[in-house]
């Protein structure tokens, strides 16, 4: 039996076309054309919509639907998207499967503001504007997750921060078909996330030896 869990690498399977979106008040459903995700998924089963983790409600032969909820439309560009936009598809991924990017929850943070893209060779520089939620948490060399891609980060600003592109991810995802002034999907990396949480929780609970404080990391040169 394979097991599968709500991860993923960041890395996209195909793109595909949102067909119908109904968005009422703050919620709705949506309905995309795809093809390589379709195989083995089932009702119930979960497909990453531009790094969203979105729960399949029904299947047809060449598409799929899914329910979209309010904090969904709160925190992504979803509330931006029209019929006939190119998204970023992945499926869960297999407990036995690579990670060919980085880990990846389908939990997006927020989004950001692509400010510039700029040509060097080869490859791409995209500029991303985001707040200080997000920005606390990029580092230079760490990773991102932009619109369901895993990429790292080139260079980090007060408030900005750079990827750069290579041609296959470029071709294979929607990322270079975007512009300065949209809107893109951000997941920060869940390891900094919980270690930011685990630093700063306050536990009124009595305990024994302090657990580790900012001075514990410091002390041993963390």
Do not use: Q
Request: proline residues 2%; charged residues 20%; contains cysteine.
């Amino acid at each position: 039996m394979m097991i599968y869990y709500w991860n993923t690498g960041g890395n996209v399977e195909e793109l595909g076309i949102i067909r119908k979106l109904h968005v009422s008040g703050h919620s709705g459903s949506i309905e995309i054309e795809a093809h390589k995700v379709l195989r083995n998924t089932n009702v119930g089963d979960s497909i990453a919509v531009n790094g969203i983790c979105l729960t399949v409600t029904s299947l047809g032969k060449d598409f799929f639907t899914a329910d979209i909820m309010a904090e969904t439309v709160r925190r992504s560009s979803l509330k931006n998207a029209t019929s006939g936009d190119f998204v970023n598809l992945e499926r869960a991924m297999a407990a036995d499967g690579r990670f060919g990017g980085h880990i990846v929850s389908g939990h997006v943070d927020g989004t950001g503001t692509i400010l510039s893209m700029k040509k060097e060779e080869n490859a791409v520089w995209v500029t991303i504007s985001a707040p200080p939620s997000i920005m606390k948490f990029i580092v230079e060399k760490g990773s991102v997750c932009l619109d369901g891609i895993s990429l790292t980060v080139a260079a980090v600003g007060e408030s900005d921060f750079k990827v750069s592109v290579i041609p296959h991810t470029g071709g294979e995802t929607t990322l270079l078909k975007k512009k300065a002034g949209n809107t893109i999907n951000i997941e920060n990396d869940i390891i900094g996330k919980y270690v930011d949480r685990l630093l700063n929780f306050k536990d009124s609970s009595p305990s024994e030896g302090g657990g580790i404080t900012m001075d514990f990391l410091r002390k041993y040169d963390f």
